[in-house]
């Protein structure tokens, strides 16, 4: 893929998990750096909801399809998104747990994520959390600045 045309940074936080949560994202068009940044929080809910959350919210903020790139420091989020999303869609949207069928957990957000990446050419990047990356930084004061909102 060549450079994309938008970067999306996310991060999600939590206090207790459950707990009061946060999201943040920051959208970079690459050929303007011209960014949008964004957050939000839920007063009960979960670390993987959150991460979740903010590249929903990122995506949906984009009004036409584009070529972007996923930066973050969620496995979770990457992982579903890159390889776990094809085999929980071929089985209806569960997964064996102890060779039992089980939902997946946050069907919402993830049904809501491959409609969302259907529009768009994507690609993904991980990065390690808290290691000084400035948008990840960025990403997570918000989503904690959010989170704390509930305290």
């Known amino acids: 893929m060549s450079e994309p045309d938008t970067i999306l940074y996310t ?30 929080g839920e007063p009960e809910t979960t670390n993987n909801r ?41 089985n209806g949207w569960r997964r064996k747990v102890k060779g039992k069928w089980e ?7 993830w049904q809501a994520l491959d409609e969302l990446i259907s529009r768009h050419d994507v690609e993904f990047s991980k990065i390690k959390g808290h290691s000084g990356h400035p948008e990840n930084e960025r990403c997570d004061e918000l989503a904690v600045a959010e989170w704390k909102k509930f305290k």
Not at 26 to 38: A, D, M, Q, V
Not at 56 to 85: C, F, H, Q
Request: positive net charge; glycine residues 12%; hydrophobic residues 35%.
């Open 50 to 90: 959150m991460e979740l959350q903010a590249v929903v919210e990122g995506l949906s903020a984009l009004k036409r399809p584009t070529r972007i790139r996923i930066v973050s420091d969620s496995a979770y989020v990457l992982n579903g998104l890159s390889s776990w999303m094809k085999s929980w869609k071929k």
């Open 11 to 40: 991060d999600g936080a939590c206090s207790g998990n459950p707990g009061p949560g946060g999201w943040a994202f920051i959208l970079r068009h690459t050929p303007t750096g011209k960014e949008l940044e964004r957050s939000g």
């Open 103 to 109: 939902e997946v957990k946050n069907l919402d957000l």
